[in-house]
């Protein structure tokens, strides 16, 4: 079981090294072909772990291995070891699943781009970064895996490097995903003082004796690397920027891998959580917030890209509800969900931009339900599946999520009612995006710079679409409320869940949300069909929240007041006060006394014999004084 695992872990950072050591002498479209090649070889070794743990006991399936000791101080160790149990062999099918299918599309996608060999092998790397984090059987390899794949998204997001926004939005993401690096290693260097160890089982079973202050500190500094890798609020600014980056690599970070990451360390390590429930409840109201703001931000995108983006902040939203009420099954059950219909939507997205010669922005665009009619068909059911709407797979999923939250009391229904109004939200950006970008009449850009291919993109592109549109119409039946559980009961070994809600206060909940769901999108159908002054008359009577809403809630703004400001203005004025006045001007002294010294010191090299011939005279004259003296 575990040389298979072994085997999907490696298989991309393979790749890597191929398409490395091969540079010139291969093709894009092979250095291309090697990366989802490798992919697709984690992915058939993952299903064979799958089978293996699949045929045991539910009590047996945990094996841990290890490759060698990767650290060892007095009797503290911690080896390069990886965990094959329910949790990470689930989170090992969506990365190099889904993974396989958006590294096949980037083959067409990015055929034409001159940098096509680097970017591929930065794809691997993402993907093996992603591997490491989730089959870490340890908190330093997971803590590594975890510092990889924010590396290798800052290699992605800021491959256009000759962009100044790209370079902007990389370094935006990196610093903004340090902060949540610095907080969990903190928690893990408590956890060594009060634990000794990192593996996974003795860190459990040993915080247990910890202080609740600590516990809670724990708790506190493994949220903040979850919140900022999962795009979370406050932390969340930098996922609507990582945009910059080519489509794939924002189907690959947003629909089934980094920004799902917060939401496994939270199931991986839930011991800790449950230990200081403070911080779990934080977690799930974090995530109620994300919902909304994220949701509301959405309405006045006019990238489409963007669109997307945000209702990725909003669907992790949903995954914290989940994980922070104690529902682990229902909130991974909805990142599985969430990276079938959120990889679609990306992907068929950019095969309309790639069809409008690069054009992102919703305004240009219009009528192109008639002009490519399969890419309208996908983008429907990704649309259908993010506004759960059934039978798709979004319904079944933020389903479990609202009846987790309605049998967990008080906050639990402060939390419904957030994600409630999420779902009202979600459909009216959904269909508002849709309506707009393929309804209404062929715009004047479309008409003029719209090109056809025989299957509305490269072949590559549309097959792994095709795929994830099937995937999000019936993935979600692997869950059916009331009939049966499969992924709860799959992970429960690892992460025990709550119980849902059922009877009559599952039904109201479904239907409610069913309810808003719908009216959102006849919202959308009302305002956006077709051009009208609705949304113009809106924007007039509230302008300071449209405005709001425009700025983002004017997050960039403070941080840029807190943050950017001052650090900006402290260090010129140390460069005008202290740097230029005390050391660059004293280098410049410094450097004219020595050229001085030395020009004296010339001045007595006269090169006359005589003159050396006295001066060693008179140096052993007074070496032959000082010793007299001093006998």
Do not use: C
């Amino acid at each position: 079981m575990t040389p298979a695992a072994w085997v999907a872990l490696f298989a991309p950072a393979a790749a890597v090294v191929m398409i490395a050591l091969a540079g010139h002498r291969i093709t894009g479209r092979a250095a291309g072909v090697i990366a989802s090649g490798a992919t697709l070889v984690s992915f058939v070794a993952t299903v064979v772990t799958f089978a293996l743990l699949l045929r045991r006991h539910e009590e047996e399936r945990s094996d841990a291995s290890t490759l060698f000791t990767w650290l060892s101080a007095g009797d503290f160790r911690v080896g390069f070891e990886i965990v094959v149990d329910p949790l990470s062999v689930f989170m090992m099918l969506v990365v190099s699943g889904v993974g396989f299918l958006i590294l096949s599309y980037a083959v067409g996608y990015m055929a034409t781009d001159d940098e096509e060999r680097r970017y591929h092998a930065y794809k691997a790397l993402f993907v093996f970064s992603m591997l490491l984090l989730v089959q870490a059987g340890n908190l330093l390899l997971l803590l590594a895996g975890w510092g990889m794949v924010g590396l290798s998204s800052y290699l992605l997001i800021n491959f256009w490097h000759r962009r100044r926004s790209a370079v902007g939005a990389g370094k935006k993401a990196f610093i903004m995903n340090a902060v949540g690096d610095a907080t969990f290693a903190l928690a893990l260097f408590i956890l060594i003082q009060q634990t000794g160890a990192l593996s996974f089982a003795p860190v459990f079973g040993r915080a247990e004796l910890m202080s609740d202050t600590l516990a809670t500190l724990v708790a506190l500094g493994l949220l903040g690397g979850a919140v900022a890798k999962s795009a979370q609020v406050p932390l969340h600014t930098w996922l609507p920027d990582a945009m910059e980056g080519p489509t794939p690599v924002s189907a690959l970070i947003h629909a089934a891998t980094m920004v799902t990451a917060g939401v496994y360390l939270i199931a991986r390590t839930a011991p800790l959580f449950e230990l200081a429930p403070e911080v779990h409840d934080l977690a799930a109201v974090l995530g109620g917030v994300t919902i909304v703001l994220a949701g509301l931000i959405a309405l006045v995108q006019t990238d489409i890209k963007r669109v997307i983006a945000y209702s990725t902040m909003s669907q992790i939203g949903y995954m914290f509800v989940g994980a922070g009420l104690g529902a682990y099954g229902a909130g991974l059950f909805h990142l599985m969900t969430h990276a079938f219909f959120k990889a679609l939507l990306f992907m068929a997205a950019g095969i309309v931009i790639h069809a409008l010669a690069g054009e992102q922005d919703i305004r240009r665009m219009g009528g192109l339900g008639r002009e490519l009619p399969w890419t309208y068909r996908f983008m429907l059911v990704g649309a259908f599946a993010l506004a759960a709407v059934p039978p798709f797979a979004g319904f079944f999923s933020k389903d479990a999520i609202l009846a987790s939250a309605a049998n967990s009391g008080t906050l639990g229904w402060i939390l419904w009612g957030l994600a409630a109004v999420g779902a009202f939200l979600t459909a009216l950006y959904t269909f508002r995006m849709l309506f707009v970008v393929f309804g209404r009449d062929v715009s004047a850009y479309a008409r003029e710079h719209l090109h056809r291919e025989r299957f509305e993109g490269p072949l590559a592109m549309v097959w792994p679409v095709a795929i994830l549109a099937v995937l999000s119409l019936v993935g979600g039946f692997l869950q059916v409320p009331g009939l049966w559980h499969a992924v709860d009961h799959w992970i429960e070994p690892v992460a025990e869940s709550i119980e849902e809600a059922s009877g009559g206060t599952a039904v109201f909940s479904a239907v409610a949300a069913l309810a808003l769901a719908l009216a959102g999108i006849a919202l959308a159908w009302m305002l956006y069909r077709r051009p009208t002054y609705g949304p113009e008359r809106a924007r007039r009577a509230a302008p300071w929240a449209a405005r709001t809403l425009e700025q983002k809630f004017f997050f960039d703004e403070a941080y840029d007041l807190a943050l950017y400001e001052p650090a900006s203005h402290t260090a010129s004025g140390l460069y005008r006060f202290v740097e230029a006045p005390l050391v660059l001007a004293s280098l410049g002294d410094i450097g004219a006394t020595v050229r001085g010294a030395g020009r004296r010191l010339a001045a007595v090299q006269t090169g006359v014999v005589r003159s050396y011939a006295l001066a060693v005279a008179v140096g052993l004259a007074v070496l032959a004084i000082a010793f007299v003296i001093a006998s």
